[in-house]
């Protein structure tokens, strides 16, 4: 007899689904324990509120996007590579929410949602913030000697990949993903 997945599972793939697809917002309780074939007492046994479970799906989706990046890093060898090993890792965690219709970046999506405060704010910050530390990681090992420039050149290149998420988001595929990722390559090719 098959393994049943867990109802914290089901609850956290439907509220994932649901999120992204309508917005935090508009998706109700009883939408996510109907799409996830559970009873409204298993979210409650799960998770404490909503807000919970909302964040729970914005750490869930923090990992993905994490995980994304790390299997795109170990193809890469270079520190040019490790760059654009993040612009690759959006595009692969964009191809996770085709089949809901892609909306651009989820946490983004959700934070819009959350009122000032909502540690589910701070999550998005964080992924945001490690983005633009990673650009400055491999920016360094790519120009030891650099120093102040290596932040500004980050901090481009951030605003570079979240300007170009959030245009893909309201296009709904990943073509500006990938435009981003071929100015990376020619603002690398000029340092």
């Known amino acids: 007899m098959p393994e049943r997945t867990p109802a914290k599972e089901r609850l956290l793939n439907a509220a994932a689904e649901l999120f992204y697809r309508e917005g935090v917002g508009a998706t109700g309780i009883d939408a996510i324990t109907a799409h996830a074939g559970v009873a409204k007492m298993s979210l409650y046994n799960n998770f404490s509120s909503k807000a919970d479970l909302v964040h729970a799906y914005m750490k869930r989706r923090l990992a993905e996007w994490r995980d994304a990046y790390r299997e795109r890093l170990k193809q890469a060898t270079t520190p040019q590579e490790r760059i654009l090993a993040i612009f690759d890792s959006y595009v692969d965690h964009a191809a996770l929410a085709y089949e809901w219709g892609f909306r651009g970046c989820g946490l983004l999506n959700a934070a819009a949602e959350l009122p000032v405060g909502d540690p589910g704010r701070a999550t998005v910050a964080l992924q ?42 309201l296009e709904g595929h990943d073509a500006r993903l990938k435009t981003a990722r071929k100015i990376a390559v020619s603002i690398l090719e000029q340092l």
Do not use: C, N, W, Y
């Open 128 to 169: 945001k913030e490690e983005v633009e530390r990673l650009f400055k990681e491999h920016l360094l090992a790519l120009q030891p000697a650099a120093g102040a420039s290596i932040d500004e050149t980050a901090q481009h290149l951030s605003f570079l990949l979240e300007g170009a998420m959030s245009r893909a988001g």
